[in-house]
Each structure stands twice: as structure tokens, then as C-alpha cells.
């Protein structure tokens, strides 16, 4: 029987994700981890059938955009017209993920005095 075990987790201010699979049948074990680009859609999808999602929102709705999008740019190193995208989104109906990956943005607006809260999705 394969036994499956998927993660995220925040190591030096990066997020990182794994795959662990193992056969209770025999030897056999196989490691996958990352940290480079986005985590691969079927660890997120995983990890949100498991635990949910969750929405990170702005406490204040006055932040600065400015801040948040130098925040979500650095820590998601996408185009400037998609980290824009989710600046607006961010400031109107929150964004929604992974509590890990959550956190990791969370943490970065933190460093730009924004301040934010996270909920269940």
C-alpha cells in the first residue's frame, strides 16, 4: 500500500513543499521537494481538500497599495500586471490559499508595516 505524505512549510523566509511516498509492501520510498516558482498544483490541491482554504485580508482597507504590491511582488516574483491583479483582490475581498502560503504573505506585508489578518476561507 503507498502511503502519500505532502507538505508545505516557510524555511528562511521561502516556501518550500514535499511529496514523501513509501509502500508498506516493500522497500521502495521516493522524496520530492521544491522551493523555486509556484508549488505544484496537485500539492496545493492536497493540501486544501485536507485542510481547507484559507483568506488572508487587510486589517486596515487605507494600507498602502504600494506596499502591498512591493510585498506580493518580492514574495511571489510574479509579472507586474498579475501581483497588481492581486493587490486589488487583497484589498477587496482577500486572497485565498493554503494557510502556509498565507502565512509566508502575510509575513512579508508584516515587513512593510501592513497589517492583515487570516480566516478560514
Known amino acids: 500500500m503507498l502511503i502519500r505524505d505532502i507538505g508545505q512549510h516557510i524555511e528562511q523566509g ?17 522524496c520530492r521537494r521544491g522551493s523555486s516558482g ?5 500539492v496545493r490541491q492536497a493540501l486544501l481538500a485536507e485542510h481547507g482554504a484559507v483568506r488572508l485580508r ?17 514574495s511571489l516574483h510574479l509579472p507586474l500586471h498579475e501581483t497588481r491583479a492581486m493587490t486589488d483582490a487583497l484589498g477587496k475581498t482577500g486572497l485565498l490559499g493554503t494557510r502556509v502560503e498565507m502565512e509566508l504573505l502575510a509575513d512579508a506585508l508584516r ?10 476561507g
Open 14 to 30: 521561502r516556501l518550500w513543499w514535499g511529496i514523501d511516498d513509501s509502500c508498506t509492501a516493500c522497500p521502495n520510498a521516493s
Open 38 to 42: 509556484a508549488t505544484p498544483e496537485v
Open 58 to 74: 487587510l486589517v486596515e482597507q487605507g494600507a498602502s497599495s504600494v506596499s502591498v504590491l512591493q510585498a506580493l511582488r518580492e
Open 111 to 120: 515587513r512593510r508595516s501592513v497589517a492583515t489578518t487570516i480566516e478560514a
